[in-house]
């Protein structure tokens, strides 16, 4: 039996430690974990950059992806070796979708009022835009329901995301052609919950629902271990 190395990769606004809670449990399964820093400048070059970490994994791929990071999965996971996707309250874009545009078709969240903007340089041209969660408006927004202690310390220590990368479009749609599993976080106040059950719907995904705010792997980390477990299963050749 093969069973998949499990790649996860966090969104905007987060860093690998969203998964602290989860990947103690999958190394107790005895699974083989890696959690690369997303550099959320751009979809295709963060996408890019996920891929040439699956190509370096020897076997099959699980690729799990939370908020931004489904929609870098989306198109990473056309790597051949990556045999499922995860999505968690993460973005399922169809091909030449863009962030922006599958937001557009829904009421917006908490977070488009609680967004802050802030210049970057890029070398050889002008700045660029990072964009984060403001401070004050971060728990109730994106970790609702989280240790206290542990937002207070998130919310001051947040991975921006390039403002560009919202109007990229997905030059790929890897759930097209491999099986896909989705959470909804039904408490969602970042995306907006209908966001999420429409592209996995549309994917084909086998969706799971969970109460839950959006960081949902500090707030339900059982759900999401249970997610990724069945996923293993699944995809176990």
């Given at each position: 039996?093969?069973?998949p190395?499990?790649?996860?990769?966090?969104g905007?606004?987060?860093?690998?430690?969203?998964?602290?809670?989860v990947?103690?449990e999958?190394?107790d399964?005895g699974?083989?974990v890696?959690?690369?820093?997303?550099p959320?400048?751009?979809?295709?070059?963060?996408?890019?950059?996920?891929?040439s970490?699956?190509?370096q994994?020897?076997?099959?791929?699980?690729?799990v992806?939370?908020?931004?990071g489904?929609?870098?999965?989306t198109?990473?996971?056309?790597?051949?070796?990556?045999?499922?996707?995860?999505?968690?309250?993460?973005?399922?874009?169809?091909?030449?979708?863009?962030?922006?545009?599958l937001?557009?078709?829904f009421?917006?969240?908490?977070?488009a009022?609680?967004?802050?903007?802030?210049?970057?340089?890029?070398?050889g041209?002008?700045?660029?835009?990072?964009?984060?969660?403001?401070?004050?408006?971060?728990?109730?927004?994106f970790?609702?329901?989280?240790?206290?202690?542990v937002?207070?310390?998130?919310?001051?220590s947040?991975?921006p995301?390039?403002a560009?990368?919202?109007?990229?479009?997905?030059?790929?749609?890897?759930?097209?052609?491999k099986p896909?599993?989705g959470?909804?976080?039904?408490?969602?106040?970042?995306?907006?919950?209908?966001?999420?059950?429409?592209?996995?719907?549309?994917?084909?995904a086998?969706?799971?629902?969970?109460?839950?705010?959006?960081?949902?792997?500090?707030?339900?980390?059982?759900?999401?271990?249970?997610?990724?477990r069945?996923?293993?299963?699944?995809?176990?050749?």
């Amino acid at each position: 039996m093969s069973t998949p190395t499990v790649v996860l990769v966090h969104g905007a606004f987060a860093d690998a430690a969203s998964f602290a809670a989860v990947v103690p449990e999958l190394l107790d399964d005895g699974l083989s974990v890696l959690v690369p820093a997303v550099p959320n400048r751009s979809l295709v070059g963060d996408a890019a950059y996920i891929a040439s970490v699956v190509r370096q994994v020897e076997g099959p791929v699980l690729l799990v992806g939370h908020s931004y990071g489904g929609a870098v999965i989306t198109v990473a996971g056309t790597e051949e070796n990556v045999v499922g996707l995860v999505y968690l309250a993460g973005y399922a874009l169809e091909e030449g979708e863009s962030l922006g545009e599958l937001q557009g078709g829904f009421p917006d969240s908490d977070l488009a009022t609680a967004l802050v903007y802030r210049p970057y340089p890029v070398e050889g041209g002008p700045d660029g835009t990072d964009v984060y969660v403001d401070a004050g408006k971060f728990p109730a927004v994106f970790a609702d329901g989280v240790d206290p202690a542990v937002v207070r310390v998130l919310a001051v220590s947040q991975r921006p995301l390039a403002a560009a990368a919202f109007a990229e479009g997905a030059p790929a749609a890897a759930w097209k052609t491999k099986p896909s599993w989705g959470l909804v976080a039904a408490a969602d106040h970042t995306i907006n919950p209908d966001v999420e059950r429409f592209g996995y719907r549309r994917a084909g995904a086998t969706v799971t629902e969970v109460d839950s705010p959006h960081l949902v792997m500090l707030a339900h980390p059982g759900a999401v271990t249970s997610l990724i477990r069945e996923a293993v299963r699944a995809t176990s050749a």
